[in-house]
């Protein structure tokens, strides 16, 4: 038997050994009894999202959350993008993966900074205090108020079977089992611990419902580049408010430091271009359009009067003239407010007014100069946005016949995305201080959709395969499409014109 076979096998013994372990709560130590109540009522973890995936906890008031009987399934070499869902700041999060299963979390102190290596099992966290500075594990520096953990890529040779993988929210520490002295100690601060299993799962295998991710961008060139022309095109300049002062210049949307940066700027030339300012717009429209998914941004903005920046879909055309065709607004922000804002349009919310029925716009208390995610869950019949993990609300489909034919739901088509950096005209947003550069930074921004049957064979196996329709990919449409193109409709492709 060669090298590879044995290897196989280990892996084989080590997977059908790994229920031996027990739970979470029969190994993996922590640092304090596992039905501790927790001491704070301003800091509480109520779950995790994990690459959309959404996964609660039961008991709220307690520091430890046994999530071992749920999975997060991925592939080794994938990027995985947490998101807390956690009341409260001034605290740091890490997350650590039992990568050999000997059920202890082997922690490596992370090298200059922040930096880890890829056998350390502590994989990802927010801030901590190392000999060169405060980091987090982007080798950002941080005054350890932010919470958030980065995302992480697996190891590429990672086998495929069941590993444990710790979430821990603590102040400056380490440890996996949490922080215990007397002046910072985890249970005085209102950390939390959680366990849950993730599955690394073989090359071309899926889990059925689970969401994987379809497009995303981390902004990583080159300081002063403009975003990758395959995914991004500058927006156009209209007539409405956001889009009035659009400009193709370098100088109001680049690349900086890991990040894209959209900016509404004074005009330095109004003789060629009479307008007052220039602000900075990007799109996916022709290069990437999705129906049903999780979407998210890492995002700040510089809060100051006027300011009116937005991460936000528009239906990918052809489509109907808006509202009709739909409008989904993930993130908002006006002026110095420390408000984000969630809102759909539609010609049922805004010609016909039924703006509570139901209620069609959500906000939450942010604080703007801070990073924050904001993201929504698109599903065929509800809209949920999310803050940083937490639900902030949903916009649901009506159940009503008569209120679908009205434009209830248009969002049941492809949309793109759109980030940028506008200024208000007193409408909503007060009009721009023209004298002041705005600013709004993009981290990253990421699709996630769930696994769909694809190709004619898989669709001859659906069961209402005869009276529905389908895209080419095996995409289930609520209703006819009229947007043209070619679909799948009773066992045979069909021409929409």
């Known amino acids: ?61 307690k520091m430890y959350h046994d999530l071992s009987h749920q999975t997060f399934s991925c592939h080794a070499g994938d990027l995985v993008s947490p998101s807390l869902a956690f009341t409260g700041k001034w605290m740091d999060s890490y997350i650590y993966i039992d990568k050999d299963r000997n059920g202890t ?38 005054d350890l108020s932010q919470v958030q953990p980065p995302s992480f890529v697996l190891p590429e040779d990672m086998e495929p079977g069941q590993y444990m993988m710790r979430i821990k929210i603590d102040w400056d520490d380490a440890n996996p089992a949490g922080r215990m002295d007397d002046a910072n100690g ?41 975003p990758d022309h395959t995914k991004w095109r500058r927006s156009t300049r209209y007539g409405s408010t956001w889009n009035r002062f659009i400009s193709d210049s370098e100088d109001v949307a680049f690349l900086r430091e890991g990040h894209l940066v959209c900016r509404a700027i004074p005009n330095p030339d109004q003789e060629s271009d009479p307008v007052p300012m220039l602000t900075g717009s990007v799109e996916t429209r022709g290069n990437f359009s999705f129906t049903y998914g999780w979407v998210e941004a890492r995002l700040k903005t510089t809060p100051h009067v006027g300011n009116f920046p937005a991460f936000w879909m528009m239906p990918q055309p052809p489509a109907d003239a808006w509202p009709k065709a739909g409008e989904i607004d993930i993130f908002e922000a006006i002026n110095a407010q420390n408000t984000a804002f969630h809102t759909v ?79 208000g005209d007193g409408s909503w947003a007060k009009a721009p201080d023209t004298a002041f550069t705005y600013e709004t930074q993009f981290d990253w921004v990421r699709v996630f959709q769930k696994d769909a049957p694809t190709g004619l064979k898989d669709l001859k196996d659906l069961k209402d395969f005869k009276d529905s329709w389908y895209t080419l990919d095996g995409r289930k449409l609520q209703a006819e499409p009229t947007v043209p193109g070619i679909y799948i409709h009773g066992r045979r492709k069909v021409a929409v014109k």
């Open 1 to 61: 038997m060669n090298f590879s076979a044995y290897k196989r096998l280990f892996t084989s013994l080590a997977i059908l050994c790994l229920p031996l372990l027990g739970t979470a709560q029969e190994s993996y130590p922590i640092a304090f009894d596992r039905n501790t109540n927790r001491t704070r009522t301003d800091r509480i973890l109520n779950g995790i999202v994990l690459n959309g995936n959404v996964f609660q906890v039961t008991s709220p008031m």
């Open 105 to 142: 979390f082997d922690v490596e102190t992370p090298g200059s900074r922040g930096s880890l290596t890829e056998s350390n099992e502590l994989v990802s966290f927010s801030g901590l205090s190392l000999p060169d500075g405060a980091f987090n594990s982007y080798g950002e520096t941080t």
């Open 186 to 226: 985890i249970i005085k601060n209102g950390g939390a611990i959680l366990d849950i299993h993730l599955e690394v799962l073989p090359d071309g295998e899926h889990k059925e419902g689970s969401y994987t991710m379809t497009f995303h961008d981390e902004f990583d060139g080159t300081d002063g580049s403009q």
């Open 345 to 423: 349009h539609s010609h049922w919310t805004y010609t016909l007014g039924n703006k509570n029925n139901p209620k069609s716009s959500l906000s939450e208390t942010v604080t703007q100069g801070e990073w924050h995610i904001f993201a929504a869950q698109w599903t065929e019949d509800a809209i949920t946005f999310y803050v940083d993990g937490n639900a902030v609300g949903s916009y649901a489909k009506s159940g009503n016949a008569s209120d679908i034919e009205q434009g209830q739901w248009p969002f049941c088509h492809d949309f793109y995305l759109i980030l940028n950096q506008s200024v």
